[in-house]
């Protein structure tokens, strides 16, 4: 593709390699720079046209470009057709190279995989520096609309960047045109607009405080949404929708609301007291009055006093702590994690003591977690990952290849010595220009590789799950040999697990035009689509797309276990709302009887089955025969193996309901779905699935009439030591 530059003078640019596909564009690499990037629209429009004029005609101050750091990555310049109609068809912006996802950092386990010397002083510093982008943003009257963690990117020195810019809510001043951002993430909505129609609300900027308190906190208390907890009434717990268009504030201090901390969280305490009251005053005072929630330079300031206030434990010099606490609250919460400590001190770094396995308890688990939030969703019941496969070549990597990870380490760890120092050289500075922040952002350079090189790295990467470094291995390797099959497929299956939906089906496609006989890939894309499921305008497409796709990976290989398993799961997915369920559930029964004929070791055929008997139960007369065939299915899944949480899960909720009914099995199904919920919690904080662990406990406060008190004692301890 080739488009116009018009400044600073007019250019031609060949737009050929794509880094990345969205639903409304896709974004490709500046062959002339690379550190710009092009933002093509799929079909671009007079809207865009205007909008992004307006933005380029008003820009805001960058908090850090001082410093040489991009806070905002907003559009330099327009991009026009290279026929000379002179539409716009995009536009030219900062590349953002260096940085992770938001969600990593506050994210305890990739946190401690990526950057385990990231402290609790760089999450302050990352809040502060948060604050200061949205601030900027404010003072220009911009407001972003759609706040949420995939947006926010952060370096491993605390640098933030906001990106997907031209989606932000923007006002033109010379037309009084309102460019509203028509999307947006319920679980960083305020509940003055949730269940609204965003595409026909003005945002405001105190729409925007909600979002960026929930960031903070999420920060500040290991990934811990605000309005996360353990539900106390009988019903399912509600989604955090409708938790916060009620204001349920989970650590409310003015009014009593139906939940309880979910005893994997920090404590409250832990929060400075400064913040403490910032959270307050946006959660409770701000829930019917938005105009009270804490600007964002209030948070600056804040996040700044507590950073002042920070101490070092004496055990461990990364555990940094608020002085108003007694004791290291890290340390208490390293031996409630089973060993694993949040913040690892160097020589457990050094020791790659902070990657292994939790350490396992010596005593019987006796914590009882409590009953499911509500039935699995598909998306998370059913989670399915690609796996990759390597091709039949072997490409050993350059002995160069083996240096890289060390000098990798010591430069991480020399710039987070030298992010510390400028912590202390630019602290003056922050009381003269609040938003001056910390270092330069660090320029990476791309040595061209061989193919196999790209491959290999991307394989490594792959593995590692570093699916964006997958991402751009597999893209160098494309480059060169741009019909290879499976270094497409491998670049889609990461792009899958970014959750890059409609980039993985491109490749998946990309690579069937090659070689239209791949099974793995018509499976893989298939999975994608239903995926896509979620978020479409028209999921009985997606869905019927899905299907289509795993008919033909069977009709090429009628052995094909897995389309059999894929097809069953988005056939039950549809049987909840067609008109014929009945029967969409007897053709997924069949699919899933079919994969464990194939293979009678398949768990999760074992699994899905159930789950669809159990569903069948809800509305068959015969729900008690139904209910044990669900039970007959989980138990043989667990015969196979042994620590499925997700089964445990599902055969604690059908004994539950059954001994709902009574009859004189009903303590003992009782009895059992406690069981089988307990097992479930453990195995997942086992494999530190600490969302799925939450589930469980928040299923056991619905099966356990005590409410889940003996969760709390241990929560209370660590309070009253603080």
């Known amino acids: 593709m080739q488009v116009l530059r018009c400044s600073p003078r007019k250019e031609i640019l060949s737009l050929n390699v794509s880094l990345g596909r969205g639903g409304e564009a896709c974004v490709y690499a500046v062959p002339s720079d690379n550190n710009l990037v092009a933002k093509i629209y799929h079909k671009p429009t007079t809207a865009h046209a205007d909008k992004l004029q307006a933005m380029l005609a008003n820009p805001p101050e960058n908090p850090t470009a001082s410093l040489g750091h991009i806070s905002i ?11 000379g109609k002179n539409i716009i068809l995009g536009f030219l912006m900062p590349r953002i190279q260096g940085m992770r996802p938001i969600i990593d950092f506050y994210n305890p386990r990739t946190r401690r995989q990526h950057c385990p010397l990231f402290n609790y002083q760089y999450l302050l510093r990352t809040a502060r520096n948060l604050a200061a982008a ?164 209030t948070w600056l300031s804040a996040i700044a006093e507590a950073e002042d206030s920070l101490i070092t434990c004496t055990t461990n010099p990364q ?26 001190s160097h020589r457990a770094i050094e020791a790659r003591e902070h990657l292994q396995p939790r350490i396992k ?34 490409y050993k990597p350059s002995k160069k290849s083996k240096l890289y990870p060390i000098i990798c380490c010591l430069l991480g760890f020399g710039l987070l010595g030298y992010a510390d120092i400028m912590i202390k050289f630019t602290q003056p500075l922050v009381t003269q220009n609040a938003y001056t922040q910390q270092t330069l952002k660090s320029r990476q350079t791309i040595n061209k590789l061989s193919f196999a090189d790209y491959y290999q790295q991307g394989y490594t990467a792959y593995k590692d799950r570093d699916y964006e470094k997958a991402i751009a291995s597999f893209t160098g390797a494309i480059e060169q040999e741009p019909t290879h099959a499976r270094a497409i497929v491998n670049r889609g299956n990461a792009r899958y697990n970014m959750k890059d939906y409609e980039g993985a089906v491109v490749d998946y496609s990309a690579a069937l035009k090659i070689n239209p006989n791949q099974t793995k890939a018509l499976v893989n894309r298939g999975n994608a689509r239903y995926m896509l499921a979620e978020y479409s305008n028209d999921p009985d497409l ?50 899933f009887t079919h994969a464990i004929k194939l293979n009678v070791s398949k768990a999760e055929a074992y699994f899905q089955r159930g789950v669809v008997y159990y569903q069948i139960a809800q509305y068959s007369s015969n729900y008690e025969q139904e209910y044990h065939q669900a039970i007959a299915d989980f138990n043989q899944a667990l015969a196979i193996s042994p620590k499925l949480a997700k089964v445990y899960l599902k055969r604690g909720m059908v004994r539950y309901e059954l001994a709902q009914y009574g009859g004189s099995e009903s303590n003992k199904n009782q009895a059992k779905a406690v069981e089988d919920i307990q097992a479930s919690a453990k195995f ?39």
């Open 542 to 591: 997606e869905y019927n797309l899905a299907i289509a796709d795993y008919n033909r990976a069977i009709g090429l290989d009628s052995n094909e276990i897995e389309a059999y398993i894929r097809r069953g799961i988005v056939r039950t997915q549809m049987a909840k709302y067609s008109g014929e369920s009945q029967q969409a559930y007897k053709k997924a029964i069949a699919d």
């Open 73 to 83: 990555a907003w559009p330099e310049d327009l991009l026009r057709a290279a026929d």
């Open 684 to 722: 997942f904080l086992e494999q530190d699935d600490m969302d799925n662990y939450q589930q469980a406990l928040s299923n056991m406060c619905v099966v356990i009439e005590n409410k889940c008190d003996p969760l709390f004692q241990s929560s209370s301890n660590v309070e009253k030591t603080n």
């Open 361 to 394: 308890r010596k005593k019987h688990y006796t914590q009882t977690p409590h009953f499911p939030q509500r039935t699995m969703s598909p998306h998370s019941a059913n989670y399915w990952q690609p796996v990759i496969t390597p091709s039949g070549t072997s």
């Open 134 to 297: 949205f601030a900027a943003l404010h003072a220009s009257g911009y407001c972003i609309g759609d706040v949420n963690e995939s947006n926010i990117l952060v370096s491993d020195t605390a640098l933030v960047t906001l990106i997907d810019t031209d989606s932000f809510q923007v006002l033109d001043p010379s037309s009084n045109v309102v460019y509203r951002c028509p999307v947006g993430k319920p679980e960083f909505t305020p509940p003055e607009l949730q269940n609204k129609t965003f595409a026909q609300h003005d945002r405001e900027i105190s729409h925007d405080l909600f979002g960026l308190a929930v960031l903070v906190f999420q920060l500040l208390m290991e990934g811990t949404h605000p309005f996360s907890g353990i539900f106390q009434g009988a019903i399912e717990p509600p989604p955090y929708e409708a938790r916060i268009a009620s204001g349920h504030f989970t650590y409310s201090q003015k009014r009593y609301v139906p939940y309880l901390p979910t005893p994997i969280a920090p404590p409250w305490e832990i929060l400075h007291p400064s913040l403490q009251e910032l959270f307050v005053r946006c959660f409770e005072d701000g829930h019917n009055n938005p105009l009270l929630r804490p600007s964002a330079q």
């Open 319 to 344: 555990h940094r702590y608020n002085n108003h606490i007694r004791s290291c609250p890290w340390c208490e919460r390293t031996v409630r994690l089973g060993g694993r400590d949040p913040f690892p």
